[in-house]
């Protein structure tokens, strides 16, 4: 119970040749065991260095982050991460490279039980049959779907997205999508989704978080009406149409295109 991911008060700066470059300015966010929250903010906001301070890649200059009631001050096993270019490595098999985090993370299953797991998490997926394969034998869809399965293989408590999607055509972003969600239904996570797609946003996610322009903080929280698993239809909804209204003003607030005084509230 209660929330797996606690960000409060969060400030950091970069140290660069031309001095400081504060990053992000007093950052909220909270994820309860189990939700799903999508982070959207305009370009260089500070969205990966968030995904960074999650994972324990980096800890800020001030404020905290909490991972399932302990403080993160170094890198966590428990976190995995999958990003817009998935590195697969190419002399290894699709099968070996969801493996290869049980290479590096301690774990309790056997070579068998974690090749089974493999196998398992690629179906899934729907790459049943392509164990074998090269990632170069993959298409782009395919090979984020094997980064996938490579980010859950160790069980993570938290599944980081760094715009996954975001190099994906319109049809095949939706298919995955939708194995978002019926991944989640059999292997539950608790998940971080950094994403330009607002569609992208309201359709995985329980709560879409909007961050102000660089330095980042949290200007506004936008609960999604239908929670859980979903289908595209949804997105077709006046009630889908009405959130991404909103989310649009938002990010043209974030990006000073539009003044907050005409700040609306999500319909409810
Ligand atoms: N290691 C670093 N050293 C110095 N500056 C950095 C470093 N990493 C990121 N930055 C700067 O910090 C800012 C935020 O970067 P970040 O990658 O977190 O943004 P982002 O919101 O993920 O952007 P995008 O949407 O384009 O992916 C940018 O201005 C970037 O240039
Ligand atoms: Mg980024």
């Known amino acids: 119970m209660g929330n797996l991911i606690e960000i409060k008060g969060v400030r950091h700066a970069y140290r660069t040749a031309s001095g400081p470059l504060p990053v992000l300015d007093g950052l909220e966010l909270s994820v309860p065991e189990g939700g799903f929250v999508a982070v959207v903010g305009p370009s260089g906001c500070g969205k990966s260095t968030l995904t960074r301070l999650i994972a324990g890649l980096m800890t800020p200059d ?3 982050v909490w991972l399932h ?3 993160v001050t170094s890198p966590r096993a428990t976190v995995g991460m999958a990003f817009q270019n998935p590195v697969l490595l190419e002399w290894r098999t699709i099968l070996k490279n969801v493996l290869l985090p049980l290479e590096i993370v301690p774990t309790k299953l056997t070579k068998k039980q974690a090749e089974e797991r493999a196998r398992h998490l690629l179906n899934l997926v729907g790459l049943s049959g392509f164990e ?3 990632p170069s034998e993959l298409s782009g869809g395919m090979r984020q779907r094997a980064s996938l399965c490579r980010a859950l293989i160790h069980q993570p408590e938290v599944l980081i997205l760094d715009e996954p999607f975001g190099a994906l055509d319109a049809f095949t972003r939706e298919d995955l999508w939708q194995i978002m969600h019926a991944l989640k239904a059999e ?7 950094i994403t330009h797609d607002l569609r992208e946003s309201i359709f995985l996610a329980d709560e879409v978080v909007v961050l102000s322009g660089r330095p980042a903080r949290t200007q506004y929280v936008l609960d999604v009406a239908v929670k859980g698993a979903r289908d595209i239809d949804h997105l077709y909804t006046p009630e889908a149409a009405e959130m991404l209204n909103v989310l649009r003003h938002q990010i043209a607030i974030a990006q000073g295109r539009e003044l907050p005084a005409t700040t609306r509230r999500a319909a409810q």
């Open 62 to 64: 001030e404020g905290e």
């Open 69 to 71: 009631g302990a403080r």
């Open 132 to 134: 074998d394969k090269r």
């Open 187 to 193: 292997e539950p996570f608790t998940g971080v989704l």
